[in-house]
């Protein structure tokens, strides 16, 4: 019989951190589509006036593949922590520690691209419309605010890739 004043295992904190920080990547990539797919800029001109939106430029289109690809990752790996921490079981015995090593690793990847495609984007393309007397400020402050939400879901997921990589298997 257990003490109820006794600390939990060990297994079950770091699921329950990994949970934790599963539901914080998702929520900080949630943030970063919404307000990439609503960031549009217009600015009058001599010539009339210019509007641009995400769509128009392709680093923040890669970036919105990015962040959409991170999300259903993560939809899907949140429902499997929640079965984990529930049940206290594996969907997929050994092989689900292995999958979730490699798929953290690669989404990580995805995740650090897309918010660097967005960034290097931002700071060109500003620099660009500043020189042609275009600001686009908001336009841009609202592309960076995405692309550092995208980098805060990008830290999340590392750190549970750094879980992941102590829970595989022990192999002889």
Same mark, same amino acid.
């Given at each position: ?7 939990? %295992? ?46 128009? +430029? ?5 970036? +919105?593949?990015?962040?959409? @690809? ?10 499997? %922590? ?8 594996? $969907? ?5 520690? $292995? ?7 690669? @989404?990580?990847?995805?995740? +650090? ?38 980098? $805060? ?8 890739? @750094? ?10």
């Amino acid at each position: 019989m257990m003490d109820s004043n006794s600390a939990p %295992s060990s297994s079950t904190v770091s699921r329950s951190v990994i949970l934790v920080l599963r539901v914080l990547t998702f929520v900080f990539l949630l943030i970063a589509l919404i307000l990439i797919s609503v960031t549009k800029g217009t600015e009058d001109t001599t010539n009339g006036s210019v509007e641009a939106k995400f769509s128009d +430029i392709h680093a923040y289109r890669y970036m +919105i593949s990015t962040i959409v @690809i991170g999300f259903v990752y993560n939809l899907m790996q949140m429902v499997l %922590s929640i079965f984990n921490v529930v049940s206290g079981k594996r $969907v997929c015995g050994d092989f689900g520690y $292995v999958f979730d090593f490699f798929g953290d690793k690669i @989404i990580s990847y995805f995740l +650090i691209s897309g918010s660097a495609a967005g960034y290097g984007a931002s700071e060109d393309l500003h620099r660009f419309f500043k020189a042609e007397d275009l600001p686009f400020n908001s336009f841009f402050a609202k592309a960076n605010a995405s692309a550092t939400l995208l980098l $805060v879901g990008f830290l999340c997921n590392a750190i549970v890739s @750094i879980f992941t990589s102590f829970a595989l298997p022990k192999k002889a």
